[in-house]
């Protein structure tokens, strides 16, 4: 079978685009902190850390922000610090407990508007920050927001997708490009009901035992992320390229 005019072409741009260079640049740190391939009996490798805790776990994950995105954009930053970090609970099937973050600026004027960005959100989405580092007097500006959630027995994991199973795509459509980024954003403007009802869909999937496995899109794409699912999983997979929406 020879595949169809331009996938080809999509593949190359794909695999050399720079998200998915970073998601490579992940190996080498693994190898170098000597990092197990489980803890506790989970997987090491997910979208957070999952630590037994009584009769389910705790979720640990932190995200860094590009140095780009805080000086071009930084109450976009400062809100992607909480959105993305919720993001990252509820794809493990978790609800989000609370955020820390850490921040250095050249001044206080330069913080504001992380800071701003930072407290709508999580305002909007109802966790509480309780605390983290602060710097004001540093030579650029750099952010990094981590979070702790916890889910039940039924984690969501990218190391039990099975053959048969059905991959799914949930992208809120109502959202628009942050121009001149290539990010997706659905969040900032929308209702906080909504947006906390839209994270609890995934433990409530979790809870009822309707799905197994899932993995939060990330810089690396659609096409991207589902490729280390499935590689956690080691099994293949189809993506149906006319139905991803554009």
């Known amino acids: 079978m020879t595949a169809a005019p331009g996938v080809e072409a999509l593949a190359r741009q794909i695999r050399d685009a720079r998200?998915?260079?970073?998601k490579r640049d992940i190996g080498a740190v693994v190898a170098r902190l000597g990092l197990a391939s489980r803890h506790a009996g989970i997987p090491v490798g997910d979208d957070c850390a999952a630590i037994p805790d009584g009769d389910g776990h705790l979720l640990l994950a932190i995200e860094g922000f590009?140095?780009?995105?805080?000086a071009d954009d930084p109450y976009f930053a400062g809100y992607c610090g909480i959105m993305v970090n919720l993001s990252d609970v509820a794809a493990m099937g978790g609800r989000p407990l609370a955020v820390v973050d850490a921040l250095w600026s050249r001044d206080a004027g330069m913080a504001d508007p992380i800071l701003a960005g930072l407290s709508d959100a999580a305002a909007l989405y109802g966790v509480p920050i309780v605390g983290g580092h602060t710097n004001t007097r540093a030579a650029a500006g750099n952010l990094a927001v981590a979070v702790l959630g916890r889910a039940g027995p039924r984690l969501l994991t990218s190391f039990d997708a099975a053959p048969g199973d059905d991959l799914v795509a949930a992208i809120d459509l109502r959202g628009r490009f942050r121009e001149p980024h290539?990010?997706?954003?659905?969040?900032?403007g929308a209702p906080g009901t909504q947006l906390r009802g839209d994270l609890a869909l995934?433990?409530?999937l979790a809870e009822d035992g309707l799905a197994r496995a899932a993995k939060d899109i990330s810089m690396a794409g659609t096409v991207g992320t589902a490729l280390m699912l499935l590689e956690c999983s080691g099994v293949g997979g189809v993506i149906d390229l006319d139905a991803i929406p554009r």
């Open 19 to 22: 998200g998915v260079g970073h």
């Open 182 to 188: 290539p990010y997706w954003d659905a969040s900032t």
């Open 202 to 204: 995934l433990p409530g």
């Open 66 to 70: 590009l140095d780009s995105l805080v």
